[in-house]
C-alpha cells in the first residue's frame, strides 16, 4: 500500500517534467469550442477551460484557484475580449510574460440595447459593449481567425495544420451563417423578448428585433411592480414570444406567459455544453436548433 502510494507520488513529481507538448488555456465555453476545432489532430497541443462548463456567461466571475493554476501552466491564453473576462488586469499582472490573444479584436461592437429595458441594467447604463459577439457566426469567423493567427504565432510548428483547421471552420460557419439569414428571413413576426442581454448580434445579423430584455443578475426574481411593468409592455407588444435560456432558471417568464398568454420557449447562447468528447460542431448544431425554435415562435 505504502509502496504502491509512493509510486504514485512519484509518478505525479514527474509527470510535469516529462509532459511534452503545450497548453492553450480559454477562458470559457464558445472560446474552448473555437479552440479546440483548431487544435484538432495536433496531439501535442492541450486546450483546457477554466470556467467549469456549467458556469455560462462570464458576467462577474471570479478566478477560481484551480483557473490560477491553470494559468500558470498555460503558454497562451485565449479570451473572448469585449468586457467578458473582466478579470483580465488580474491575469496580465499575475502573469506578465502569459501571451492573451482577444478573439473580439476587429469585431464590430454594439453598446448599450436599442430595447425596452427592465429590471437591472449595468452594460447600458455604464456604456461598456455588450460581450455576447459569437452568436452571430460571421462574428465566430472573425474569432477564429483571431485565435487562429494568435496559435499559429506561439507554436509555428503547429501552423499548417492549425491553418488547415480554421479553412474548415470557416466554411463551416460561413454556411451555418447563410442558413441562419435564409432560414430567419421573411418570417411573420421579428420581435423576441429574452431574459440576458445575448442576443443583440444574432437579432443584428439574422433580422430580428429584441424588443425587451428581463435583466437580472443570476437568481435574483423580479420584483412585482417590475413584473406589472413588463406584463403590460407584452401586451402593449402584441405578446411576443419569450425566450429563456437553458442556464437560467425561468421562474419571471412563466409568471409572465401565465399573466399575457405570451409563449415561452428557449434560446441557447451556447455558453454551456457537454465536457467530455466535445463534438467540434456543437456550435452549429445548437445554432441550428435555435434557428428552428424561432422558426416555429415567429410563425404567427
Ligand atoms: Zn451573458
Redo the contacts with the bound molecule.
Keep these: 500500500m505504502l509502496k504502491k502510494a509512493f509510486s504514485l507520488f512519484l509518478l505525479l513529481m514527474l509527470l510535469p517534467v516529462f509532459s511534452l507538448g503545450e497548453t492553450v488555456v480559454t477562458s470559457f465555453y464558445p472560446i474552448w469550442l473555437l479552440a479546440l476545432n483548431l487544435a484538432d489532430g495536433i496531439p501535442g497541443l492541450t486546450v483546457r477551460n477554466l470556467a467549469a462548463p456549467d458556469t455560462g ?1 462570464l ?1 462577474d466571475y471570479q478566478l477560481q484557484t484551480r483557473d490560477m493554476k491553470a494559468l500558470s501552466e498555460a503558454d497562451l491564453f485565449l479570451i473572448n475580449g469585449a468586457g467578458m473576462e473582466s478579470y483580465v488586469d488580474l491575469v496580465a499582472s499575475a502573469f506578465p510574460d502569459l501571451p492573451v490573444a482577444d478573439a473580439s479584436a476587429g469585431v464590430p461592437l454594439l453598446y448599450g440595447l436599442d430595447a425596452l429595458q427592465i429590471g437591472e441594467a449595468e452594460e447600458a447604463e455604464s456604456g461598456e459593449a455588450n ?2 459577439i459569437w452568436l452571430s457566426a460571421e462574428n465566430a469567423i472573425r474569432m477564429a481567425e483571431n485565435l487562429a493567427r494568435a496559435m499559429a504565432d506561439r507554436f509555428p510548428v503547429y501552423a499548417p495544420r492549425i491553418t488547415e483547421n480554421l479553412d474548415g471552420l470557416t466554411a463551416r460557419l460561413a454556411a451555418l451563417d447563410a442558413e441562419l439569414r435564409e432560414g430567419l428571413s421573411g418570417l411573420p413576426r421579428q420581435g423576441i423578448i429574452t431574459f ?3 442576443f443583440p448580434y444574432f437579432a443584428q445579423a439574422y433580422g430580428l428585433k429584441v424588443l425587451a430584455v428581463v435583466n437580472r443578475e443570476p437568481g435574483e426574481t423580479l420584483t412585482p411592480s417590475q413584473l406589472a411593468q413588463l406584463a403590460d409592455a407584452i401586451v402593449a407588444l402584441d405578446c411576443p414570444p419569450l425566450f429563456v435560456e437553458p442556464q437560467y432558471e425561468d421562474l419571471s417568464a412563466r409568471t409572465l406567459a401565465a399573466e399575457t398568454g405570451a409563449r415561452i420557449f428557449t434560446l441557447d ?1 451556447v ?1 454551456t455544453g457537454p465536457e467530455d468528447q466535445v463534438p467540434l460542431d456543437y456550435y452549429e448544431t445548437v445554432m441550428r436548433q435555435n434557428m428552428q425554435t424561432l422558426q416555429e415562435a415567429l410563425s404567427d
Design positions: 456567461c458576467h460581450a455576447h440576458h442581454e445575448a447562447p455558453v
